[in-house]
């Protein structure tokens, strides 16, 4: 290992590589060498790989950036699970509301 590969093992740090490897920029990276039945690729392939390499402050932004929209992509989630829990009670009253005027008749006619 060289002094440049030190260099760049000290300057990424935390769950920028990870989040990059997510990236669709890193997947179609990943799945271009793939060849033959199997879908494989070598791992000098991996040599080949770009690596966007910002200053350690921007890393810890865009982290920062992801963890925000996750963060509201959740709150949507949970506020999408809320909307149909509510649809569901409200159709449920409706359909209570108007088959329960047709059972009082049925009592009332017999």
Known sequence: MGQSDTKINTQMKG????ELFRSPF????????????KNSFRLTDVT????????????HRIVAKVDA??????????SL?????????LLNALLHEALEPAADELEAAE
């Not at 890193?26 to 039945?37: E, L, S, T």
Request: proline residues 11%; aromatic residues 6%.
């Open 15 to 18: 769950r920028y590589l990870p």
């Open 26 to 37: 890193a997947q179609d990276q990943f799945n271009a060498p793939q060849r033959g039945i």
């Open 48 to 59: 080949q790989f770009v690596v966007p390499l910002p200053p350690l402050a921007e890393q």
């Open 69 to 78: 929209l996750m963060a509201l992509c959740d709150q949507l989630e949970a």
């Open 81 to 89: 699970t809320t909307t149909a829990t509510t649809r569901s009670k």
